[in-house]
């Protein structure tokens, strides 16, 4: 029994924290990977099934009106850019959608549309292709880069005003509302010149 024991290597304390600490030190690496790959996992992406959910909300200080909300189930906000088909699809519905909240004063009312700041899409920008439609759908102005932005950024987002329409009435459209701060930067801008905005969105990005 001796010699069986004298036979058992010992371990040394000192390897084997050694070797806990390079396991530990390891499992950070990849818990630090693994986020850092969910950045780039579309799985996680928000989504919209397109069920229609009309909702007045209040966000960053302001109101606005989106037709449709995020779900579970559905296209992704990446894929739903991506195809061109949901260009006339978001125009013709967002249409519909304005023409029933304004009513008969869309037609004899001082009224133009405008949308948000090209920052990452400056060509064949998604909610600037929406909006040229359903200007043409209302038979109403539109006007393109009211508004410029000073950074990529879209919390506390400062936008410079490039040109101001001559409508009283203005409807500034975005495809997707997350935070509301974009839309609080265009209220911010766009405030002194003393119009009226209404404010309306595709999807509403937050349950």
Same mark, same amino acid.
């Given at each position: 029994?001796?010699?069986?024991?004298s036979?058992?290597?010992?371990?040394?304390?000192?390897?084997?924290q050694?070797? @806990?600490?390079? &396991?530990? +030190?390891?499992r950070e690496?990849?818990? =630090?990977?693994?986020?850092?790959? !969910?950045?780039?996992?579309?799985?996680?992406?928000?989504?919209?099934?397109?069920?229609?959910?009309p909702?007045?909300?209040?966000?960053?200080?302001?109101?606005?009106?989106?037709?449709?909300?995020?779900?579970?189930?559905?296209?992704? @906000?990446?894929? &739903?850019? +991506?195809?061109?088909?949901?260009?006339? =699809?978001?125009?013709?519905?967002? !249409?519909?959608?304005?023409?029933?909240?304004i009513?008969?004063d869309?037609?004899?009312?001082?009224?133009?549309?405008?949308?948000?700041?090209?920052?990452?899409?400056?060509v064949?920008?998604?909610?600037?292709?929406?909006?040229?439609?359903?200007?043409h759908?209302?038979?109403?102005?539109?006007?393109?880069?009211?508004?410029?932005?000073?950074? !990529?950024?879209?919390?506390?987002a400062?936008?410079?005003?490039?040109?101001?329409?001559?409508e009283?009435?203005?409807?500034?459209?975005?495809?997707?509302?997350?935070?509301?701060?974009?839309?609080?930067?265009?209220?911010?801008?766009l405030?002194?010149?003393?119009?009226?905005?209404?404010?309306?969105?595709?999807?509403?990005?937050?349950?």
């Amino acid at each position: 029994m001796g010699d069986l024991l004298s036979e058992i290597e010992v371990p040394d304390i000192g390897s084997a924290q050694l070797a @806990l600490k390079d &396991i530990q +030190a390891k499992r950070e690496q990849d818990i =630090f990977a693994e986020q850092k790959r !969910k950045g780039w996992d579309k799985t996680v992406e928000a989504r919209c099934d397109f069920t229609p959910r009309p909702r007045l909300t209040r966000r960053s200080g302001l109101f606005f009106l989106s037709y449709w909300q995020k779900s579970v189930y559905g296209r992704t @906000l990446t894929e &739903i850019k +991506a195809d061109d088909s949901m260009v006339p =699809f978001f125009a013709g519905t967002m !249409k519909s959608f304005i023409s029933d909240i304004i009513g008969p004063d869309l037609s004899r009312g001082s009224w133009c549309i405008i949308t948000t700041p090209k920052r990452r899409h400056l060509v064949k920008n998604f909610a600037t292709r929406i909006s040229e439609q359903i200007a043409h759908l209302l038979n109403i102005p539109f006007y393109e880069d009211v508004c410029t932005c000073r950074t !990529k950024q879209r919390v506390g987002a400062i936008f410079d005003v490039q040109q101001v329409p001559d409508e009283q009435n203005i409807i500034c459209f975005d495809d997707f509302v997350t935070t509301g701060q974009t839309l609080q930067a265009m209220l911010r801008a766009l405030e002194s010149y003393n119009k009226n905005l209404l404010f309306f969105s595709g999807i509403n990005n937050k349950l």
